[in-house]
């Protein structure tokens, strides 16, 4: 079984940002579900209703950092297959893949 290639392990770590991206969204999710208070006329007492407000800014700075690191891998990924180029294979900068020095 051959390794996989540069371009391989940055679309394998893309899609696992796309998976830890919409986890996130799933948990704020969750957070803004919360429908006790308008049922029973109560809130949240304030320290905690402050620890889910934290939580939330902190949901949202993780999903901008991940948003940062695809953009980065995106921008790495066009160096392999710069905009223009037919292919890959046929780009002089492309990673030697294997021994026989072939693209």
Request: charged share 30%.
């Amino acid at each position: 079984m051959s390794l996989p290639t540069q371009q391989q392990i940055f679309l394998n770590a893309l899609e696992q940002l796309d998976i830890a991206r919409n986890a996130l969204s799933e948990a704020r999710d969750e957070l803004n579900s919360d429908w006790a208070g308008v049922e029973t006329g109560l809130g949240l007492p304030r320290p905690v209703g402050e620890h889910r407000t934290r939580v939330r800014a902190a949901i949202t700075a993780a999903k901008a950092e991940i948003d940062t690191a695809k953009n980065e891998l995106c921008q790495a990924l066009e160096y392999y297959h710069p905009p223009g180029s037919e292919r890959v294979l046929d780009d002089p900068r492309a990673e030697i893949a294997d021994e026989q020095r072939t693209r």
